[in-house]
Nanobody
């Protein structure tokens, strides 16, 4: 049974930092591209960041470039999203996702991802 479990969300003030974690089980983690998406109230799910199986390819939505960093630790079956200088517009439920297909570059399309976590809430106050 594939499971992706996110953690690390919370309520912070603008300018603060958070690190999200996603622990995967039931899959061969090192063979998957891992991504982060987010969905704010009243908005569609949005791509945030992704990292391929080797860690050699990463991608980010423009709005988080320079502030967020995605990384992975295959030994721990974990993907991270380090979020710095958070803004109120970053407020959303953040979802971890896994893509079993090797792609270059990594996909920004939610439909390309095969497994999803339940999400972790990030709230940034002004």
């Amino acid at each position: 049974q594939v499971q992706l479990v996110e953690s690390g969300g919370g309520l912070v003030q603008a300018g603060d930092s958070l690190r999200l974690s996603c622990v995967a089980s039931g899959l061969t983690f090192g063979l998957y591209t891992m991504g982060w998406f987010r969905q704010a109230v009243g908005k569609e799910r949005e791509f945030v960041a992704a990292i391929n199986w080797s860690g050699g390819s990463t991608g980010y939505v423009d709005s988080v470039k320079g502030r967020f960093t995605i990384s992975r630790d295959d030994a721990k079956n974990t993907v991270y999203l380090q979020m710095n200088n958070l803004r109120p517009e970053d407020t959303a439920v953040y979802y971890c996702a896994a893509d079993r297909t090797s792609r270059w570059p990594t996909s920004k399309r939610a439909s390309d991802y095969d497994y999803w976590g339940q999400g972790t809430q990030v709230t940034v106050s002004s």
